[in-house]
C-alpha cells in the first residue's frame, strides 16, 4: 500500500512538488502518525483529529519548528493565510461530500494548497484498523468519492491507475 506521504518521494510526483513555492508554514491536515519529509519550511502545523495518531505525533513536536494540534480539519481557518501551504493528503475522501465540499472552499483562502485522494470511489478493507495497526479504522473510512471536475481553478494532474488494486489518484494543487 501506498500511503500519501510516501508519494512525496514518488518519481510520479516528486517534479510536481519539487515545484511548489515554498512557503514559511506548512498546515498538513489529517496527517496521521507522521508529518510529511519533503517539505522544507520555518513552521510544521499537523492538524489531527485522531487522539491515537496525535499521540504519536508529539514525538515530532519541536517548539516553534514543529506544532501538533488536535482537531477536526476546519482548525485549518485559524491558521494564517498569508504564506502557507496546506496539504490534505489522502484526507477530504474521508469526510461526507458536503463537508469536503466547504474544506476545499476554504483552502481557498491560502496560499497555496494541495489535495491528494483517490480518483472516484475506493473501498476501504479493515474498518476497525488502519495501515499501521492501529485503532483509526474510523478515520480510514471512506465517505465520498472524488473525480477531476470537482477542483474547478485548480491545476491537476490525474493517474488512472495509482493503487495496486482499485482506482486511481488526483493531485489537485493551487
Known amino acids: 500500500m ?3 506521504h510516501d508519494l512525496l518521494i514518488n518519481r510520479r510526483t516528486s517534479a510536481i512538488f519539487c515545484g511548489l513555492p515554498r512557503t514559511r508554514r506548512i498546515v498538513d491536515v489529517g496527517c496521521g502518525i ?3 519529509p519533503a517539505f522544507h519550511c520555518d513552521e510544521y502545523v499537523c492538524i489531527e483529529p485522531h487522539g491515537e495518531y496525535v499521540e504519536h505525533l508529539r ?4 517548539p516553534g519548528q514543529v506544532r501538533i494540534v488536535h482537531g477536526e480539519a476546519e482548525l485549518v481557518s485559524d491558521e494564517l493565510r498569508a504564506d502557507t501551504t496546506v496539504l490534505l493528503l489522502d484526507v477530504i475522501e474521508h469526510m461526507e461530500r458536503d463537508r ?3 474544506i476545499r472552499d476554504l483552502l481557498k483562502e491560502f496560499e497555496h494548497a494541495v489535495i491528494f485522494t483517490p480518483l472516484g470511489w475506493y473501498e476501504q478493507g479493515d474498518t476497525n484498523h488502519d495501515c499501521w495497526g492501529l485503532n483509526g479504522g474510523y478515520w480510514q473510512k471512506h465517505r465520498s468519492a472524488w473525480q477531476q471536475a470537482d477542483f ?3 491545476q491537476t494532474t490525474v493517474w488512472p491507475k495509482w493503487h495496486s488494486s482499485g482506482p486511481g489518484a488526483i493531485l489537485a494543487i493551487r
Not at 514525538?59 to 519541536?62: D, F, H, P, V
Open 2 to 4: 501506498i500511503l500519501a
Open 34 to 36: 507522521r508529518p510529511c
Open 59 to 62: 514525538g515530532w513536536e519541536r
Open 100 to 102: 469536503g465540499e466547504r
Open 152 to 154: 474547478p481553478g485548480w
